[in-house]
Structure formats: C-alpha cells, structure tokens
C-alpha cells in the first residue's frame, strides 16, 4: 500500500470498526488489512477476525496517532473519576 502507513494493530473486527470510523469522522481515511492469510479463516469459522492492521495515508499518520492517544487519555481519566 504505497502512500499509506501503519497505525496499529486492532484486537478484532469490532475495535477496527470503531477505529476506522473514529478517523474517518475526523476526516482521516482507514484502510483494514488482515495480518496473515489465517485471519480471513477465522472470519470464517468464528464469524470474527483478529489482529487487523490498520493503515491511514502517511501525511496523516502523526495526526491520527494524535487521536488515537486524547482518546485513550479521555478513557484514563474517565475510569479515574
């Protein structure tokens, strides 16, 4: 994927999901791509896959880490309260 970078690694189909709308929402595009050619398997036989890696154009990459990261510190601070 020439132009696009890694962002992370996503537990599951769910988590991804939420990411990627996440960025998207903050105009950011997301490209899902499954880690092995065992994940597609899994989708198949458990209805789930795991450990999606998640790409987003790499003149983007630092602001979408931004995100990511207020989000988990709104979610830190949330579960101290």
Known sequence: MEGWAFLMQAYDDLEAG?????????????????????????????GQAYEIDIYVPAKLLLRARAILAAVHRQERSGNEQ
């Open 18 to 46: 939420l990411v990627c709308g996440l960025l998207e929402a903050a105009s950011i595009p997301a490209r899902r791509q499954e880690s092995n050619s065992l994940v597609g398997g899994m989708r198949v036989i458990t």
